[in-house]
């Protein structure tokens, strides 16, 4: 198999089932604390992939956490509740299978009662403290949920966003560009274990 882009209409059929999940995800949330939602990778970029015709694709989303109107209210809470409200709604919506990874909650669509899945949903949780990004985070090993730093250097890059940006806004570039990346993704002999993020860098610092 080689990857490939998503088609457009497929995507923006995608697009639309998952935007009005987290949509009402986000309403349901407002009662415990409020959330700046925002899609990040590679759908951010329009660079949505997926390897042969019939593998999932995903919607990365980040949740910030900002107000929170118990100020008891932990870590483990803010999971837990999200957990809650992700499976009192996932049925109307149409989403079948919930899991919780050490940083992210994946909720998996499948079309037309098909048994294999069209799409993904992945969710991170973070807060800021001191403007340092903090993931609320499962630690599986001592099973227990904390804040644990990182730097989310897709969302915080500027200078790669203004290089990426510049390559959108030309035609000639960006189809290019489109074509490099999925050479890269494409090439598992030197990209195997490469992330799509340092793919992504990679083929924007070409430019």
Known sequence: MAYKFVPLKEYKEAAKIARNFIDELQRNLREHFTIDKSLIGSVKSRLVTRNGDMEPFDFDYQFEIKRIFDENLKAKDILN????????????????????????????YKKNNNSSIWFNIEIAL???????????????DNNKVIYNQ??????????????????RSDTKKWLLFKEKYLEKKNDFKKYKNRKSISIYKETVNEF
């Open 81 to 108: 509740c999200v957990l809650k409200n992700i499976n009192y709604i996932k049925d109307k919506h149409g989403f079948e299978i919930v899991e919780n990874s050490s940083r992210v909650f994946r909720v998996k």
């Open 126 to 140: 973070i807060k800021y403290e001191n403007d340092i990004p903090n993931i609320i985070f499962f630690d599986k």
């Open 150 to 167: 990182e730097k989310i250097d897709y969302a915080n890059d500027k200078e790669l966003r203004t290089k990426f940006s510049k390559i």
